[in-house]
């Protein structure tokens, strides 16, 4: 499928997108560590910076516990990732001169800021990334010891992509970039002005 702008954007981020068939290649933890790197500097509201990542990579004693949140037909592909990471968002901030924390409003896009800032060096740096909503959050939070400040917000599952044909029959034909909605329907000026489809 060809994707084309509307506009003069660099090529990253059309370029960019979520593939499920992985090759199961190692990964160093130099190489993680660079996504991770890029991450650390999305903005954030107030600088507070409440995203945090959680790991295992696929020779890790971890890895089947990761694994094993996923729901059944997310496992089936993610089982070839080079690591699987739990993004969680803190939900309180300590703003400057105040002594007790107060709610982050902003948790959930500043660490969504994060992941975006993950999914772009993973593309430039030769690996790639999806972003998993379908696990058991739950469980994870249990799993990882997560504190009830803390929001957990998706799975990401990297690796190197591999054919299509590593995937179950029934998500080959969906391997492939997927089309973005027009503009318009997206942005308006002054007022809300849109029609969902």
């Known amino acids: 499928m060809s994707r084309q702008a509307d506009y003069a954007v660099h090529p990253q981020f059309i370029e960019r997108w ?23 500097w999305a903005p954030s509201a107030n600088n507070s910076q409440p995203w945090r990542f ?13 694994l094993d949140l996923l729901i059944e037909s997310n496992q089936r592909w993610a089982s070839r990732a080079s690591a699987l990471i739990i993004l969680l968002s803190k939900t309180t901030h300590l703003r400057p001169g105040n002594d007790q924390p107060t709610p982050l409003f902003s948790n959930s896009l500043d660490a969504g800021a994060a992941w975006a800032n993950l999914a772009l060096q993973a593309e430039h740096s030769g690996w790639r990334s999806h972003a998993i909503g379908g696990f058991d959050r739950e469980r994870a939070r249990q799993l990882l010891g997560v504190p ?50």
């Not at 992985?22 to 660079?34: D, H, K, Y």
């Not at 959680?54 to 990761?66: E, G, L, N």
């Not at 190197?160 to 029959?169: G, I």
């Not at 970039?177 to 318009?184: E, I, Y």
């Open 18 to 40: 979520s593939p499920r068939s992985f090759s199961g290649e190692p990964i160093t933890q130099e190489e993680l560590f660079a996504l991770f790197e890029a991450a650390r």
């Open 148 to 197: 009830e400040d803390y929001k957990v917000e998706i799975a990401i599952a990297i690796g190197r992509q591999a054919d299509r044909s590593y995937l179950p029959e029934e998500l080959q034909a969906r391997e492939q970039p997927t089309p973005r909605h027009a503009l318009p329907s997206l942005v308006a000026e002054g007022r809300f002005a849109f029609t969902d489809a």
């Open 54 to 66: 959680v790991y295992s990579t696929r020779d890790s004693a971890s890895w089947a516990s990761f």
